[in-house]
């Protein structure tokens, strides 16, 4: 009876807020706010139609500032930025509610359990003559009744400033996340899983991505976890056309709950550029990355060379490509081998449509095994867009999936048999602003867990688990403080 009742609250719930939302209509009507793609920590700000949408903090004629981030740093692109006449801070506070079927680290099909998140959002921009500081968070309470679970918190943010002298430039940024469960599709197709108050006034920055931020790709791994990924750059203008890049990083994965494998990542990366056009950019670059885990002999260190290519147009285009040889080493000897060598390959593309949004991510290379392996071989897509239906409902989908496949005996003093993990979900929902300072959305989201457990004798040793989620979620905002 208690699951049912929770099932029908969710339900009404979706239905008030729809209702709501039918219901109202802003004073002056605005173009709704594009949704933030999935799975990033600081999304490139959305373009608004009019100057307006951005509640008088640009100017009357807004200009476009173009993406600076160098092509061989450990930092992604952005879309660019309007020229703001001001810096500000926004505060905000959200509401979301997700129904889930089953859990998916078992062959249960329990009840529908629902889970709650009520919590504070922020989104700062403060900007100096040679430098601008960017700020997302939200965090606050996660209330489930899901059996054998406890009541948490959720913790999202992500900071980064940019400073830019004649011939230097310094880069930092930090993403720091603390869920109930895996980052991997968490929110579904709303924008519950990223920090800040979105929209247009979610500013943008240097944000990690790639490689950087620690893998969670594999549904198998148990429990609350922590990650954090910091990224420090700097870049030196050799000539108009010519830059050097030096970057550091430290990322980790660490879990509250035994039974899971917690990851730290050190990467140190050297990258030379050079600018073909105002708009294309080619570029070379070393990267070695170490893999420690917490109470395992293995660690694992990783060379790759890429040949690296670039494409960046203010608002409507990045696109990053990155190819070349993997070798990486083994602390712990595997059989009479202490290395391996494969290939490197990722993909960064965000692109801006009239009335549309796309963002993808691809990666192939070496993993840090996402809590449950010592390492894996990596396979990973995200994908995210977004199309403007009417006036004010917009709709947006979401996909992402995760290969993991075990290092030969890079499992050695483990408990998990398992050589494959695939793991993947797919999304869709409806969005809509109401007023100026609200914003409502509702998806649904089907994640699936399929483990290839090979010397695993257990009935659930390759079972496949199917999670359904149903997500509605509600933000509302205040209208910008003027800092300056």
């Not at 700000?45 to 951005?54: A, V």
């Not at 054998?148 to 980064?160: A, C, H, K, P």
């Not at 954090?228 to 830059?243: E, P």
């Given at each position: 009876m208690r699951n049912f009742l929770n099932t029908l609250t969710l339900v009404l719930t979706g239905l008030l807020c729809v209702g709501i939302a039918r219901a109202q209509e802003p004073e002056q009507p605005a173009e709704p706010n594009k949704p933030k793609p999935a799975a990033r920590a600081m999304p490139p700000?959305?373009?608004?139609?009019?100057?307006?949408?951005?509640n008088g903090v640009t100017d009357t004629n807004t200009r476009w500032q173009p993406d600076t981030t160098p092509l061989t740093g450990l930092q992604t692109p952005t879309l660019g930025n309007p020229d703001l006449r001001h810096s500000y801070w926004v505060p905000g506070f959200q509401y979301g509610a997700t129904g889930q079927s089953n859990a998916l680290t078992s062959n249960s099909t329990q009840d529908w359990y629902v889970t709650n998140y009520l919590g504070f959002s922020l989104s700062l921009q403060k900007g100096w003559t040679n430098s601008q500081l960017v700020l997302n968070y939200s965090g606050g309470a996660a209330l489930t009744t899901q059996?054998?679970?406890?009541?948490?918190?959720?913790?999202?943010?992500?900071?980064?400033?940019?400073?830019?002298?004649?011939?230097?430039?310094?880069?930092?940024?930090?993403?720091?996340?603390?869920?109930?469960?895996?980052?991997?599709?968490?929110?579904?197709?709303?924008?519950?899983?990223?920090?800040?108050?979105?929209?247009?006034?979610?500013?943008?920055?240097?944000?990690?991505?790639?490689t950087?931020?620690?893998?969670?790709?594999?549904?198998?791994?148990?429990?609350?976890?922590?990650?954090?990924?910091?990224?420090?750059?700097?870049?030196?203008?050799?000539?108009?056309?010519?830059?050097?890049?030096?970057?550091?990083?430290?990322?980790?994965?660490?879990?509250?709950?035994?039974?899971?494998?917690?990851?730290?990542?050190?990467?140190g990366s050297f990258g030379y550029n050079y600018a073909l056009t105002a708009k294309d950019t080619i570029g070379v670059v070393y990267r070695f990355t170490a893999y420690h885990y917490q109470g395992q002999a293995q660690a694992l260190?990783?060379?790759?060379?890429?040949?690296?290519?670039?494409?960046?147009?203010?608002?409507?285009?990045?696109?990053?490509?990155?190819?070349?040889?993997?070798?990486?080493?083994?602390?712990?000897?595997?059989?009479?081998?202490?290395?391996?060598?494969?290939?490197?390959?990722?993909?960064?593309?965000?692109?801006?449509?009239?009335?549309?949004?796309?963002?993808?991510?691809?990666?192939?290379?070496?993993?840090?095994?996402?809590?449950?392996?010592?390492?894996?071989?990596?396979?990973?897509?995200?994908?995210?867009?977004?199309?403007r239906l009417t006036r004010l409902w917009t709709v947006n989908g979401s996909f992402g999936f995760g290969d993991n496949r075990s290092l030969p005996g890079s499992n050695i003093g483990t408990t998990i048999p398992s050589t494959s993990f695939k793991s993947w979900y797919l999304g869709a929902g409806v969005s809509r602003p109401i007023g100026r300072n609200v914003n409502f959305s509702l998806s649904y989201n089907a994640s699936v867990n399929e483990p290839n457990q090979s010397g695993c004798t257990g009935t659930n040793c390759n079972a496949s688990t199917t999670q359904h989620t149903i997500s509605v979620f509600v933000q509302w905002h205040t209208r910008p403080f003027v800092i300056e």
């Open positions: 700000i959305s373009e608004p139609d009019t100057p307006s949408d951005y059996t054998g679970e406890n009541n948490s918190t959720y913790q999202q943010l992500g900071v980064g400033q940019n400073f830019q002298w004649r011939r230097w430039q310094l880069q930092w940024s930090d993403q720091f996340s603390y869920l109930p469960q895996t980052a991997f599709g968490f929110g579904g197709s709303t924008s519950l899983g990223l920090p800040g108050v979105g929209g247009p006034l979610g500013p943008s920055g240097p944000s990690s991505g790639g950087t931020v620690p893998s969670q790709s594999i549904f198998a791994a148990l429990g609350p976890r922590y990650s954090n990924s910091a990224v420090v750059q700097m870049t030196y203008q050799l000539s108009a056309r010519q830059s050097l890049t030096a970057s550091g990083s430290y990322g980790l994965l660490h879990f509250t709950q035994s039974g899971n494998v917690d990851t730290d990542e050190d990467i260190g990783d060379h790759t060379v890429n040949i690296a290519y670039g494409r960046k147009i203010a608002r409507r285009l990045a696109l990053q490509l990155f190819a070349g040889p993997d070798y990486t080493t083994y602390r712990v000897p595997v059989g009479t081998s202490r290395s391996r060598t494969s290939g490197y390959f990722s993909a960064d593309l965000k692109y801006n449509f009239q009335k549309a949004f796309l963002e993808l991510d691809y990666v192939h290379g070496l993993g840090g095994g996402s809590g449950v392996l010592t390492g894996s071989e990596l396979d990973q897509i995200t994908l995210s867009a977004n199309r």
